[in-house]
Structure formats: C-alpha cells, structure tokens
T-cell receptor, first 113, second 116 residues
Framework: GAGVSQTPSNKVTEKGKYVELRCDPISGHTALYWYRQSLGQGPEFLIYFQGTGAADDSGLPNDRFFAVRPEGSVSTLKIQRTERGDSAVYLC???????????FGEGSRLTVL | GDSVTQMEGPVTLSEEAFLTINCTYTATGYPSLFWYVQYPGEGLQLLLKATKADDKGSNKGFEATYRKETTSFHLEKGSVQVSDSAVYFCARGPNAGGTSYGKLTFGQGTILTVHP
C-alpha cells in the first residue's frame, strides 16, 4: 500500500511478556518515528530513526523499550517484561528528510493484562 | 520543556455552526505549529501548518494563524459539517533550525462531534 503500515493492529498480552510491534514506512522515506498515545492523551514521542541509526531515543521511557531499523526501512519496536502501564496505541510515522510532512500509520493497540 | 495546551473537550456543535478550538504553546524559540486530525478508524493526518509568526495555515475550510505575541494557534472553521466529526490535535515542532522536524509535541486532543 501507499501509506505507513503497522502490524499487528491489536495485541493483547500478559504482564511480563515480550512484545514486538512492526512498522513498514512509506517507500523512500528515510526518517521514521515512533510515538505512544495513551487513552485520552496526545501522542508522545519515543524514538526517531534517520536511515538505520537511532538519531534521538530520548522519549523511550526505560530500558525495557528498544527499537531497531536494520535496513533503513522496516522498524520494530520491542518491549520486554511488559507492564500494565505500557497499554497504549503505538504509532509509527515516516517522512522524507528535512521539513517534509509526517505521515502516520493507524497504530498498534497494545493491551497488557 | 516544550508543551502544548489545548482546549478541553468534547465539543458538540450543530451543522453550520462556527468552530474554535484553542491552542497555546510554550514560547521557547520559533517552532513550526500544526493541527492534526484523526477521523474515526483512521490514522492521524496533517490538517494544516504554519512555520513562522503571522503565517496562516488553511485546509478544508479550517484556518489557524501563528500568533507569536500570544503564543497561540487557534483552529477555526466558519461552518462545520457532520463529516468534520473527529479528534483534533494541536502540535509544535522543534525550534527553527532543529534537525528533528518530525519530533512533535502534541496537545491532549479535542473531540469534535457535529450533529445534523
């Protein structure tokens, strides 16, 4: 498709489990962002990739959260030892370099029981 | 740090009514300002933006003017439609010259419902 694709759209897991969320950006977009949106709140920045490298990971809440983008396209957000407070919609967005428009995916809704 | 404060909702209007959703931002530097919209079942979409003081962003009948003196970027539409029902988010980018233009700070969102 032409847009940012995120899988799974919904994920329910148990406290303590490991979760991976995948983002497939728009072809040719070099910049990729992850955001987290809690219920009733606006999205909060987590991490930004320019190409394969994490250019800014200042929004990751703690060391249970990690993200990779090994080939400069698809990215995976990894959450270890999930906690109930991790429940949120995780949004991915991509853009061309510079000041281009940011395009968002529909998000992956994570529920930790 | 950077922050954006948005008018709390929800907002309920009749079709053809006038809409204002207030937004103010912290005044560090000269950020780009944005309004994003999230329609039911869809991802966030850019509605409009302004990159410098006194700029007016506009799209689909919506307008917002970058007011540096009041650090505001209020969203307005003269006549809303049922199809405008959505969640609206105000956001600021990094200061001018920052390299991470997609690192946005969002407000908490305002739910708009328009009745026929």
């Amino acid at each position: 498709g032409a847009g940012v694709s995120q899988t799974p759209s919904n994920k329910v897991t148990e406290k303590g489990k490991y979760v991976e969320l995948r983002c497939d950006p728009i072809s040719g977009h070099t910049a990729l962002y992850w955001y987290r949106q809690s219920l009733g709140q606006g999205p909060e920045f987590l991490i930004y990739f320019q190409g394969t490298g994490a250019a800014d990971d200042s929004g990751l809440p703690n060391d249970r959260f990690f993200a990779v983008r090994p080939e400069g396209s698809v990215s995976t957000l990894k959450i270890q030892r999930t906690e109930r407070g991790d429940s949120a919609v995780y949004l991915c967005a991509s853009k061309v370099g510079g000041t281009g428009e940011l395009f968002f995916g529909e998000g992956s809704r994570l529920t930790v029981l | 740090g950077d922050s954006v404060t948005q008018m709390e909702g929800p907002v309920t209007l009749s079709e053809e009514a006038f809409l204002t959703i207030n937004c103010t931002y912290t005044a560090t530097g000269y950020p780009s300002l944005f309004w994003y919209v999230q329609y039911p079942g869809e991802g966030l979409q850019l509605l409009l933006k302004a990159t410098k003081a006194d700029d007016k962003g506009s799209n689909k009948g919506f307008e917002a003017t970058y007011r540096k003196e009041t650090t505001s970027f209020h969203l307005e539409k003269g006549s809303v439609q049922v199809s405008d029902s959505a969640v609206y988010f105000c956001a600021r980018g990094p200061n001018a010259g920052g390299t991470s233009y997609g690192k946005l700070t969002f407000g908490q969102g305002t739910i708009l419902t328009v009745h026929p």
